[in-house]
Structures are given as C-alpha cells and as structure tokens.
C-alpha cells in the first residue's frame, strides 16, 4: 500500500522560475519515485505564478497523484484587510504563522483535504502556513525550510530600502543603474555588518514538527542549536550530472532569480568586478537570464535575456557560471544547477559558504572584487583549467548531491529503509525539474 502524502506548497511551480519552484519539484519527485501518492495542495491566494490548466496536467502527469488549488474568495481578502487594519491601529506586529497567511475559510478547506486524503506524511512549506494543516497523532509532519525565513526577510528589508526606488506609478519601473547605488550597498560585507539574526519564533515553529527539512548544512546546523524537538534533516538540493561536457567556448553565465539578492549581485559585479574583467580579458562577454534582467540597465560585454525557459543550452556553450551574491540564506541553486553540467564556479565567499564550491578544486572563491575579477579572467582565457575545474564540479555534485542523498532524506520521512531507496537512485525525473528552472 503506497504511503498517502499530502503535500503543501503556497505557489504554482510549473512551470518553475525559482529556486523554490526547483526545490518544490524536486521534492514531489522524490516522493513519487519512493512509489508515494501524493496530493499536492495550493492556493490562489498567495502563488506568485497564476495557476493554470496546463499547469495541474503537467503536475498531474509527471509529479503527483492529483493538484487540489484553494481559490481565493472576497471573504478571505476582506478578512486580511480587516486584520492587518486592526494590528496597524493596535501597533502590533503579526506573529510569523498569522491568520493573514491561514485565513479561516482556507484553514476550513485544508482541514477537509486533510480529512480527506487521510494522510501518512504532511509536509508544509514555509513557518508562514504553520497550522494550516491539522496534526494528527498518526500523521508524520514535516516542515521544508528552503531557507531561514526571518533571517531571509531581515536581509531583504535592508537591502531594499537602500536601493533605489522607483517613482510611485511609473510604469515601465525604471531600469536601475549600478553607478547610481551607493557603494556600501555593494560591499561584501554588506549584510556581516548588520548583525541580523533568524526570529526565535521560527526555530519554535520548527519545534512543532516532528521532522525539519534543511537544505544547507550551514543551517542544519543552526536549526539543531535552537530547537528541542524536532529532528533535522538535512536535504541539500540534489541534481542528476549531465552526459558530455560543455563546450567551453560562449559567454560566461549568471542565471537570476525574482529576488534582491540577485540584483545586487548584478550591480556589483558591473560596477566593481566587469571593469577589471574586461581590462585584463577584453573579449570578456556575459549572458545574464532570469528576472534581473527586467530590473537593471545593461553594460557592455553583458547580454540580459530574461527568463530562458530551458537553460540547457546555455550551459553545454558557456566557458564558467559566476556567483556574486552575497545575501540571502538557503543554498543557490544556480551553482549546483551549473556544476551538474560540469561547469566551474566564481562565487563570493559569503556564497560558498552554502554551496560545494571549493578553492581550486571544483571552482574559484572570491574573498572581494579585485580577487572575482581576476577568477573571471583566469577562466576566461584558460579553456583547460575550465575542463579540469568543471570535471570536478561534476564529480562533487555526482558524490554530495545525487539523487540517492534525496530519496534518503525523503526515506526517513516516510519511514522506509533507506537500503530499499538506492536502487531508485536511477529513476529518472522530469526533466523540466533540473533544468527549466531560472533560480
């Protein structure tokens, strides 16, 4: 009998344009791969790709059992707006699982899935839908953290009242332009001189859980030390190594997500690393994909091509992948996503502290943008150091980070002995889940 697993995930991950969207597939992948029926459960209310026909048949066919989607009535929104008036005038500040994320005709529907499906296994995403969910005595819970989420939003906070702010109705935004950001924006230690923490209600949240999904061992780590109760797992993102090697031979690559990290990685590396670059290698050229691209001003020896909805291509021709983000928590899927392909990363210090980039083993770790710039160069007329790095990088991701490391994880969660996940290894996933995915 297949364990029954219901399966909360608040956005439309198909087709996927985030790390979280990756994160969300692969994870149902795992799942049905293990021989589990899985529901999967959204909501209108917060997805940040509407949801559509095409999106449930693709979820429906590769992925799940079946997609149920919570639609967004009037009620709910006159609900929120009612309760953030109320917490302004009291000046109080929503807990992080408020009723603005689980308004009650939402926590009604979920409950009656839940009821249901009678599941084995419930696994939310995000402290934010804490209780959506009812807890059952026979019901394994789990919670995925994708990253620290109050750490994450303290970063985000900071770094976007220091960037420039569009004028209020100009439509399109402005583009921004990095010589216009001010320098202690894009300084590496940007956010070590903050000295922001993760919310002690979150590590509580997790406490609730009989088992926490962390997907860095930085955070592992951390979760370990503040909670009492619930068992962490660490579960990094896991990648399938691609047949052949890239051809060493296009542009170098910076695939972006929707988030301001993103962003100011872009800017600094136009403003502080791409002149040195392109003073030592001035043939230096860099395509740019995903959401930055719609945000920012482009710069010579730089291509921005928006969202490339199958980046395969663009990995089998590049020379290298770059990194230089230096905010935000979780782990960036873009590097294990390049290093799969057998393509050796620059990536910032702060970056590589969450990622399996190695000094001169499988990639080049940047202490500040005199040291990038020169990493950058070195690749870029260096097509053998490329093919040795980037041969690496595959074996890394072949040894640290293959599928068997997910079916473990999810094998403990579904109490399945681990030996039995092994020769699954080799079930092969949708590929749209490794390599649609513009993180």
């Not at 917060?46 to 919570?70: C, G, N």
């Not at 502080?272 to 860099?286: A, C, G, I």
């Amino acid at each position: 009998m297949p364990k029954k697993v219901l399966f909360f995930f608040p956005h439309n991950p198909y087709p996927p344009r985030s790390g979280a969207h990756q994160r969300c597939l692969e994870m149902l992948s795992g799942l049905r791969a293990l021989g589990c029926a899985t529901t999967l459960i959204s909501t209108t209310l917060f997805s940040d790709a509407p949801w559509e026909a095409a999106s449930v048949q693709a979820l429906e066919r590769d992925w799940v059992e079946r997609v149920l989607i919570y639609e967004t009535a009037t009620l709910d929104h006159y609900f929120r707006a009612m309760l953030m008036r109320t917490n302004n005038f009291l000046g109080r500040q929503a807990p992080l699982n408020s009723a603005l994320f689980n308004p009650p005709a939402f926590r009604r529907w979920a409950a009656r899935i839940s009821d249901q499906v009678n599941p084995d296994l419930a696994i939310i995403n995000y402290a934010y839908w804490d209780g959506l969910l009812p807890r059952q005595a026979a019901v394994v819970t789990a919670i995925e953290t994708h990253d620290l989420l109050t750490l994450n939003q303290r970063m985000r906070e900071a770094l976007q009242q220091r960037l420039p702010v569009p004028p209020p109705g100009s439509l399109p935004a402005p583009r921004i332009d990095p010589a216009q950001v001010a320098d202690e924006v894009l300084q590496e230690d940007f956010f070590d001189r903050l000295m922001l923490e993760a919310d002690p209600e979150e590590f509580r949240i997790y406490d609730k859980y009989d088992f926490t999904i962390a997907i860095s061992a930085k955070e592992a780590v951390l979760i370990r030390q503040r909670t009492k109760k619930t068992e962490t797992l660490l579960i990094p993102m896991t990648q399938e190594v691609k047949l052949g090697q890239p051809g060493y031979d296009g542009a170098a690559v910076f695939v972006t997500g929707p988030n301001p990290f993103n962003l100011q990685g872009y800017l600094y590396f136009v403003k502080h690393v791409l002149p040195r670059v392109r003073r030592q290698s001035p043939s230096f050229q860099l395509q740019v994909t995903g959401a930055t691209c719609q945000s920012v001003l482009p710069a010579e020896g730089v291509v921005l091509s928006g969202f490339v909805p199958e980046l395969k291509a663009v990995y089998e021709s590049a020379r290298f992948a770059i990194c230089p983000v230096f905010g935000g928590t979780g782990q960036q899927v873009k590097v294990v996503e390049a290093m799969s392909y057998g393509l050796p990363v620059v990536i910032t210090r702060a970056a590589a502290e969450s990622s399996p980039v190695r000094h001169g083993v499988n990639g080049l770790v940047a202490n500040n943008s005199e040291e990038f710039a020169h990493a950058c160069a070195q690749l870029w007329g260096d097509q053998e150091l490329c093919q040795r790095l980037g041969r690496a990088a595959k074996e890394t991701i072949a040894a640290d980070h293959s599928r068997s490391r997910l079916l473990e994880g999810l094998a403990r969660l579904i109490g399945q002995e681990t030996a039995a996940t092994l020769s699954l290894s080799n079930t092969v996933l949708p590929a749209t889940a490794a390599e649609q995915a513009d993180s």
